[in-house]
């Protein structure tokens, strides 16, 4: 089993795993998923989706936003920010340093 890696658009580099000839896509996550790992509420998710915290990289054909696995440290450095910052504030530190890193 191997590792390659795959640029997405718009988002971190995610992983790809082959298995022989196979390869396996990414996991995707439901709102739900995440709120049973992180411990926050769907409305949470929710907001910080549109408020441009978090990404959702895809949608269901049901209409449920996907998330990639990015999102579980981008949702950890989120909470470590909002113990000292508004989410206003958390919102201008990550777009600056997106900005940053594409410069």
Same mark, same amino acid.
């Given at each position: *089993?191997?590792? &390659?890696?795959?640029?997405? @658009?718009?988002?971190?580099?995610?992983?790809?795993?082959?298995?022989?000839?196979? &390869?396996? @896509? @990414? !996991?995707?996550?439901? &709102?739900?998923?995440?709120?049973?790992?992180?411990?926050?509420?769907?409305?949470?998710?929710?907001?910080?989706? !549109?408020?441009?915290?978090?990404?959702?990289?895809?949608?269901?054909?049901?209409?449920?936003?996907?998330?990639?696995?990015?999102?579980?440290?981008?949702?950890?450095?989120? *909470?470590?920010? !909002?113990?000292?910052?508004?989410?206003?504030? &958390?919102?201008?530190?990550?777009?600056?340093?997106? !900005?940053?890193?594409?410069?």
């Amino acid at each position: *089993m191997s590792i &390659v890696s795959i640029d997405s @658009p718009g988002l971190e580099v995610s992983a790809r795993r082959t298995v022989g000839r196979l &390869v396996v @896509p @990414p !996991k995707r996550y439901k &709102v739900g998923e995440l709120v049973t790992a992180t411990g926050l509420s769907r409305q949470t998710l929710h907001n910080y989706t !549109k408020w441009g915290l978090i990404d959702e990289v895809s949608w269901t054909a049901g209409g449920h936003r996907l998330y990639d696995e990015s999102v579980f440290a981008r949702l950890e450095r989120v *909470m470590r920010l !909002k113990v000292t910052l508004t989410v206003e504030q &958390v919102r201008e530190l990550l777009e600056r340093e997106a !900005k940053e890193q594409a410069a």
